[in-house]
């Protein structure tokens, strides 16, 4: 295969020697500076467009004795270009590089490329990583070996050697997907992951595939999909993450044979997903959340406590005061939300009777905010200001209440709210 040589030149000429005599590059990008502007000082460019001995064997001799680097290493005219950059302007370096490596693939789409990053200043070979990362396929070299002191490499004893990017390059590549996890976007990273190559490194790999695995658990986990949530997490019951253990005993709870602890687990993440829509900004979905989680906790507790059923309410069980209204296809009588509480509040001897009882007016004003919403009956978004009393009031007196009620199937407190961040 033909081999194509990017590096960065600096005031050494023999790394870059050792590293076309090595390789045999069929062509060569020189990385270089130019003359200084400030001392009219040559730049490294001098070693590879010097005429006649312009390069010293070593840098304790009176004058130039070797010739430029091509002509040490036969390299014709038609075999390299010079790149002047900056010798200290990172971002240009970065630039100028990039340009060099999408100029070497444009002209050599099947040639292997390395970038060689010994020569040149500590910023040219920064920049020259940089911007050799950003490709999965070009390798990273420096020519090295033994030192005897902390200045350079003894010349004849250099040798090269691979950078090993695998990790690096597999960190930035899932980046964004863990920045995905901090807004609770775990299917946008679950479909990131799918559309990129997984890592040909083992452990790498092995990784890429729990990540991509857990992403799709919480993704599942944020639909209501518990089931395959919990399927998903029981792959990894036993490698789990300290930070990610206490989410498998969240979701055997949520899948629960026992429908009574089943369904008071899935009122409790009703209202982490609500958190998690108003942390998004999608404050409308919050609200909508919230009024099932208010008209769902009603009918579980009518349902465990009483054996009433909203959807076809017996008449036997219709208190002296309260109007329900009948299905028109199926003739039962049903109880909506606020019809529901009433039912609570004259059934029930809980805290949820006392919640009625206090908070009946609050719930009211709170519940108006739902049904001005685009998603109920109105035409106005919900904004910040009108979700963040209601998440006071939910904190303040829904909340605890629910908990006393869920303390029946040994739920006290609530859950954790799902990961925003992930560990590999």
């Known amino acids: 295969m033909t081999t194509i040589l990017i590096c960065t030149v ?9 590293a076309i005599t090595e390789e045999k590059p069929a062509y060569v990008y020189f990385i270089c500076t130019d003359r200084d502007l400030a001392t009219n000082t040559p ?35 038609e075999q390299y270009t010079v790149c002047i950059t900056s010798s200290d302007d990172l971002d240009q370096i970065y630039s100028d590089c990039n340009q060099a490596i999408k100029a070497a693939i444009k002209q050599f789409p099947d040639a292997k490329i390395i970038a060689d990053y010994t020569g040149g200043t500590k910023s040219m070979c920064a920049g020259l990583v940089m911007a050799a990362m950003e490709y999965e396929d070009i390798e990273l070299q420096l020519i090295t070996g033994s030192r005897h002191n902390l200045v350079a490499v003894q010349d004849g004893d250099q040798y090269r050697l691979f ?20 807004r609770y976007a775990y299917s946008e990273a679950e ?29 599942e986990w944020d639909n209501f999909n518990h089931q395959v949530a919990l399927e998903l997490l029981q792959r990894y019951a ?23 602890l089943r369904e008071a687990a899935q009122l409790l993440d009703l209202y982490r997903n609500a958190q998690r829509r108003a ?11 919230v009024y099932r989680l208010i008209e769902w906790t009603a009918q ?33 009588y049903q109880a909506g939300l606020f019809a529901a509480w ?35 009956h109105g035409f106005e978004p919900v904004k910040a200001s009108d979700w963040q009393p209601i998440q006071r009031w939910l904190e303040e007196h829904f909340i605890p209440m629910l908990l006393k009620e869920t303390a029946s199937v040994r739920i006290k407190e609530l859950p954790k709210q799902l990961p925003a961040t992930y560990t590999l």
Do not use: M
């Open 279 to 289: 942390a998004q900004g999608r404050y409308d979905d919050a609200i909508s959340r």
């Open 300 to 332: 579980w507790i009518l349902k465990t406590q009483c054996h009433i059923y909203t959807a076809d309410v017996k008449e036997a069980d219709i208190p002296e005061g309260l109007t329900l209204t009948k299905n028109h296809d199926s003739g039962q």
């Open 43 to 77: 730049g490294s460019s001098l070693q590879i467009t010097g005429k006649g001995n312009c390069i010293k064997a070593k840098f304790t001799d009176d004058a130039p004795n070797l010739p430029n680097i091509p002509s040490q290493t036969g390299l014709t005219p």
């Open 191 to 219: 479909d990131g992951l799918k559309q990129t190559a997984p890592p040909q490194n083992n452990e790498l790999r092995a990784q890429y595939t729990r990540f991509r695995d857990l992403s799709r658990a919480f993704a």
């Open 163 to 182: 950078a090993n990017t695998r990790g690096i390059q597999f960190e930035r590549l899932i980046a964004p997907y863990r920045q995905a996890w901090t």
């Open 342 to 376: 009433q039912l609570v509040r004259f059934k029930t001897s809980g805290a949820a009777t006392v919640f009625i009882t206090t908070q009946e007016n609050n719930l009211r004003n709170h519940i108006k905010v739902r049904n001005l919403s685009i998603l109920a």
């Open 10 to 18: 600096g005031g050494s000429h023999q790394p870059i020697v050792t």
């Open 238 to 260: 036993r490698i789990l993450p300290a930070d990610l253990i206490c989410y498998f005993d969240v979701a055997k709870r949520l899948n629960n044979d026992d429908l009574k």
